[in-house]
Structure formats: C-alpha cells, structure tokens
Nanobody, 125 residues
Framework: QVHLVESGGGLVQAGGSLRLSCTAS????????MAWFRQAPGKEREFVAA???????YYGSSVKGQFTISRDNAKNAVYLQMDSLEPEDSAVYYC???????????????????WGPGTQVTVSS
C-alpha cells in the first residue's frame, strides 16, 4: 500500500523560509514523478511543482523562482524549499505521486493517484 507523509509545515513570518519534506513508502518511487500541490481555504487545489525521476524540476507559474523542488531517490523522498514566503502562500501543502515513466499533464491533480494528508503552512504578515 502506497503511503505518503508530509512534514515541515508551520508558522513563519513573511519573508521567511520553510522546507517541506515528503517521505513515500509502499513501492519504489525512483521512476515516478513526485509533486507538490497546495490548497488555501475556499480555493481549488493548486499545482506548485513537480520533479522527474532524474531530478529535473517543473514549476507552476505562481512560484517560479521562489520555491525549489528536489528529491532523494535513495530515501524515497521529495522536498520543497520555500523562500521569500508571503501570506498568499498560506495553505495546506500536499505531496503527490504518479507511477512513471509515462508523460502526463503535470499540473492536473486528477492524474495523481497517491496523496499525502497534507501539512499546514501559515505565513504571517
């Protein structure tokens, strides 16, 4: 059974940084695309970033240059370094994965069968 668990969320002041982690278990993820989404209250779940099996990143238009996604295949883990945080970045952040290696629309949450429970990020002004 596939299991994803996020960690690293919390409360931070505007301009600060956080590093989210997601650890996966239940299968080998080295060939899979791993991604981060976020959802603020009253809003749709939004694509943040994805990383290919080889470490190449792909970012959503709202976070380019602000966030950095990376992965460690040996640890079945994906990370999201978030810098220069703004109150608008406050949301529950979710880790997701889809078994690879076939290509699919990375920003479409409907293509990801596996999700973590999420971790809350709150940025105060």
């Amino acid at each position: 059974q596939v299991h994803l668990v996020e960690s690293g969320g919390g409360l931070v002041q505007a301009g600060g940084s956080l590093r989210l982690s997601c650890t996966a278990s239940g299968r080998t993820f080295s060939n899979d695309i791993m991604a981060w989404f976020r959802q603020a209250p009253g809003k749709e779940r939004e694509f943040v970033a994805a990383v290919y099996w080889n470490g190449n990143p792909y970012y959503g238009s709202s976070v380019k240059g602000q966030f950095t996604i990376s992965r460690d295949n040996a640890k079945n883990a994906v990370y999201l370094q978030m810098d220069s945080l703004e109150p608008e970045d406050s949301a529950v952040y979710y880790c997701a994965t889809r078994p690879g290696p076939e290509m699919f629309p990375l920003e479409d949450k409907g293509y990801y069968p596996y999700w973590g429970p999420g971790t809350q990020v709150t940025v105060s002004s």
